[in-house]
C-alpha cells in the first residue's frame, strides 16, 4: 500500500533537502520536530499559529492547530517528527483533521452538548483541552484558538 507522505518526501525536491539537512543537525527528535515546525511552514507559506490565517480566511487552519490535533489523535509515542509532517501534509494538500473525532476521542460516546476543542501552548507546543471538561472558558485555558464541529 503507498504512503503519500513517503511520496510527497520523494517527489518533492525541496522537501526532501530540507527534512535531511534537519536530520544532520545531530539534534534529537524533539527539536528536529520543533525545526520542522518553523521551516515547514516557511517552505510551503503556510500560517504557523492562527493569528497567521488571513482574516478573509473564515476555514483557515494554522499549523499549530492541525499538528496538536494530530499529534492528541496519534499514540504519543510516535515519532514527533511525524505529526508536523502530516500536519504540514495536511494543510498543503487540503485536508483537516476531523473534531468529531477528536470529541470521540476524549468523551466517547459521553459528548456534551455544543463541545469546544480548545488549543493552547505555542508552535510546536499545541495542547488540545475542553473547556467544559476543565470547567473554564477557553480564554482562562489559556487557549490560542477554540474550534467546534459544524
Known amino acids: ?6 511520496d510527497w518526501i520523494n517527489n518533492d525536491k525541496k522537501l526532501n533537502a530540507l ?3 534537519i536530520e544532520s543537525t545531530g539534534k534529537n527528535s524533539i ?3 520543533e525545526i520542522g ?11 504557523k499559529m492562527p493569528n497567521d490565517v488571513p482574516d478573509d480566511d473564515e476555514n483557515g487552519v494554522s499549523l499549530f492547530e492541525e499538528h496538536a490535533l494530530i499529534k ?3 499514540d504519543e509515542k510516535a515519532d514527533p517528527r511525524g505529526f508536523v509532517l502530516s500536519a504540514t ?5 487540503g485536508f483537516r483533521v476531523d473534531l468529531n473525532e477528536v470529541i470521540k476521542k476524549e468523551f466517547g460516546n459521553n459528548i456534551p452538548e455544543n463541545c469546544k ?3 493552547k501552548g505555542n508552535g510546536f507546543n499545541g495542547e488540545v483541552v475542553f473547556p467544559q471538561k476543565e470547567k473554564k472558558s477557553w480564554i482562562e485555558l489559556g487557549c490560542k484558538i477554540m474550534r467546534q464541529p459544524i
Open 1 to 6: 500500500m503507498e504512503n503519500p507522505l513517503i
Open 19 to 21: 527534512l535531511i539537512e
Open 31 to 33: 527539536e528536529q520536530a
Open 37 to 47: 515546525f518553523d521551516k515547514l511552514a516557511e517552505l510551503y507559506k503556510i500560517p
Open 72 to 74: 492528541f489523535l496519534e
Open 89 to 93: 501534509y495536511h494543510l498543503v494538500n
Open 117 to 119: 476543542i480548545g488549543i
